[in-house]
C-alpha cells in the first residue's frame, strides 16, 4: 500500500516525562500513512519529521499555584520544559545539513490559559516561543518549526467532558482524531512545499480562533 | 495615583527595574526594591525617599524562596500591605546572544530559575496579602517571547513561558480579585547602552523599528505604564501583556 509518508522517516520524541499516549497514538498514524517510525533519537539518522508532544506530567490534573510546593512546580513545569529543549536540540542534530520538518504538539489552554495549570500554560507557551526562535533560526537549512495546538481531550485521552475552551460552539461537528486526523494533517504539513514555519495551527476541531 | 498602596519590584537595583521603582515611588506608592545587589537597591530606595517617597531596600535572590518569602513579609512589617508583586529580575545570561542548539545547561537553568521559578516564588508569597488588598501582579515580559529571537532562544522560551504562567494565573486569582498581567518593555538601560556600543547599528535599527521613532526611557515611558497597570485605572484588566515599545512590534 502507498502513502503520502512512503519513504520518510519519523522520530516522534516523548516530552520525556509523564504519558506519551500522544506520541503513540500520532506514531500509529505517521506509520500508517508510510513512515518509518524511530522513537530514539539516537538511532533516528535520516530522519526528515520530529515530532515532539508537550504534555503535562502530572497528566493534566489541576493545580493551584497556592498549594504547589517548589518540587511539584519544578516537576510538572520546569522539567518538561527541559525536555522540550531537550528534544529540540536532538531534532537540530538528526536534521541538520539535510532539512526537514519539526512539529511540537501543545496545548491550547496554555494560550487562553485555565485556573489551575500554571505550571503547564508556562511550558506551552515557553514551547511555542521557543519553536519561533528555532524557526527563526533553522529556516535557512530548510528546517521548519511548526506547533498543532491540541484541546485537552486530545492531549490526555482520560480526561474526561469533551467542553470548548472558549464559550462558542465548536465550528466543527467533533475534536479531530490524533491517529487517523492528526497524523494525517501532519503528513500533508510535512510533505507540503515547506514554506510554513514558526506557526501555530489549531488542529481542536474550530475552537480557539483568538491567538 | 498610587497613593497609599504598596509595591515590591524584584530586580530594581538597576535598568528597567530602576524606572519601574521610581515611577511607582513618584505616583505616591511604597516601594520594596529588591535585588541581589543590596548597595544597589539601597541607592534606589534612597532616590525615592530623596523625591518625598517611601521606599526600602531588600537583598533578595528571586530564585530563593526564603529570601522571597522574607522580601514579602518585610514589606507587609514596614508598609502594612502589598498592592502589587512586579517580578522584573532576570538573569544576567538574559542578553547574551546563544542559538538553541549551543545553549549550556548553566545558561539554561540560571534563565529559567530567575525568570519563570522566580514568577512562581513571587506569586506564591504574594498571593496572600494581594488577595487582601485587592491586588496585582506584573511579570515583565518580552517581545521575544512573542516573536521568537534567533540569539536570544532561551530568552525567548522564558518570555513566552511567563505569558502562558500570566494568563492561567489570571484565570485562577480573578475570582479572588487579584489580576495579573504582563508588561513587554523596550527601554533604554545601563546593559542596552553597553550592547548598542558594541553594536551601534542597532540602536538606529530599534529606533527605526518603532513607529513612534524612539526607545523608551525606563521611568517615564516603561514605569508609567506599570503605574496604570498597578493602578485603579486598569482594574478591568487581566490575563493581558501590555506591549510598551513605541510602537515597535503590533498585536
Redesign the interface.
Given at each position: 500500500m502507498s502513502g503520502l509518508l512512503d519513504g520518510k522517516t519519523a522520530l516522534v520524541l516523548g516530552s520525556g516525562m509523564g504519558s506519551d499516549s500522544v506520541g503513540r497514538a500520532v506514531a500509529r498514524g505517521l506509520k500508517a500513512l508510510g513512515a518509518k517510525v524511530e522513537t530514539d533519537a539516537a538511532h533516528a539518522e535520516g530522519a526528515d519529521i520530529v515530532i515532539i508532544p508537550v504534555t503535562d506530567p502530572g497528566g493534566l490534573t489541576p493545580a493551584?499555584?497556592?498549594e504547589?510546593d517548589?518540587d511539584e512546580?519544578?516537576c510538572r513545569?520546569?522539567a518538561p520544559?527541559?525536555a522540550v529543549?531537550v528534544a529540540?536540540?536532538q531534532a537540530?542534530?538528526v536534521l541538520?545539513g539535510r532539512g526537514g520538518s519539526i512539529v511540537l504538539l501543545v496545548p491550547t489552554?496554555?494560550?487562553?490559559?485555565?485556573?489551575?495549570?500554571?505550571?503547564?500554560?508556562?511550558?506551552?507557551?515557553?514551547?511555542?516561543?521557543?519553536?519561533?526562535?528555532?524557526?527563526?533560526?533553522w529556516g535557512a537549512k530548510g528546517i521548519t518549526v511548526n506547533c498543532l495546538g491540541l484541546t485537552s481531550q486530545q492531549l490526555c485521552p482520560d480526561e474526561e467532558g469533551q467542553a470548548t475552551l472558549t464559550k462558542a460552539p465548536r465550528a466543527l461537528d467533533h475534536v479531530p482524531d490524533l491517529e487517523t486526523e492528526i497524523a494525517g494533517f501532519i503528513a500533508t504539513l510535512v510533505t507540503g512545499p515547506g514554506i510554513v514555519t514558526?506557526m501555530t495551527i489549531m488542529v481542536d476541531g474550530g475552537d480557539l480562533m483568538s491567538v | 495615583m498610587l497613593n497609599g498602596k504598596a509595591v515590591i519590584v524584584t530586580g530594581a537595583a538597576q535598568g528597567v527595574g530602576r524606572g519601574l521603582a521610581l515611577a511607582a515611588g513618584a505616583a505616591g506608592a511604597s516601594v520594596a526594591i529588591t535585588a541581589r545587589n543590596l548597595e544597589g537597591a539601597e541607592a534606589v530606595a534612597a532616590e525615592i525617599r530623596a523625591r518625598g517617597g517611601a521606599a526600602i531596600a531588600c537583598r533578595c535572590d528571586a530564585t530563593n524562596?526564603a529570601e522571597i518569602d522574607a522580601a514579602v513579609a518585610g514589606t507587609i512589617v514596614e508598609f502594612g500591605r502589598l498592592d502589587a508583586m512586579v517580578h522584573n529580575a532576570t538573569s544576567r545570561f538574559s542578553p547574551r546572544g546563544v542559538?538553541?542548539?549551543t545553549?549550556t545547561e548553566e545558561d539554561?537553568d540560571d534563565q529559567?530559575a530567575v525568570g519563570?521559578?522566580g514568577a512562581?516564588?513571587c506569586?506564591?508569597a504574594a498571593?496572600?496579602a494581594l488577595k487582601q488588598s485587592g491586588g496585582s501582579m506584573v511579570v515583565l515580559t518580552s517581545n521575544?517571547?512573542?516573536?521568537?529571537?534567533?540569539?536570544?532562544?532561551?530568552y525567548?522560551?522564558?518570555?513566552?513561558?511567563?505569558?502562558?504562567?500570566?494568563?492561567?494565573?489570571?484565570?485562577?486569582w480573578g475570582p479572588d480579585g487579584v489580576r495579573v498581567n504582563g508588561l513587554a518593555p523596550v527601554a533604554m538601560t545601563p546593559a542596552m547602552d553597553r550592547f548598542f556600543e558594541l553594536q551601534p547599528k542597532m540602536k538606529d535599527f530599534l529606533e527605526s523599528d518603532a513607529a513612534l521613532r524612539r526607545i523608551g526611557d525606563s521611568e517615564a515611558d516603561i514605569g508609567r505604564a506599570l503605574n496604570f497597570l498597578i493602578g485603579e485605572e486598569s482594574g478591568f484588566i487581566t490575563?493581558q501583556t501590555l506591549l510598551v515599545n513605541g510602537g515597535a512590534t503590533m498585536l
Open positions: 493551584l499555584l497556592a504547589m517548589e512546580w519544578i513545569c520546569e520544559l527541559r529543549r529540540m536540540q537540530h542534530a541538520d489552554i496554555s494560550m487562553i490559559g485555565a485556573a489551575g495549570f500554571s505550571h503547564y500554560s508556562a511550558v506551552g507557551e515557553g514551547a511555542r516561543a521557543l519553536a519561533k526562535a528555532a524557526a527563526r533560526g514558526g | 524562596k542559538p538553541i542548539e545553549v539554561w529559567i519563570l521559578r512562581y516564588l506569586a506564591r498571593f496572600p521575544a517571547g512573542i516573536e521568537g529571537s534567533v540569539s536570544l532562544a532561551v525567548s522560551t522564558v518570555k513566552g513561558a511567563q505569558r502562558g504562567f500570566i494568563k492561567s494565573l489570571a484565570r485562577e490575563g
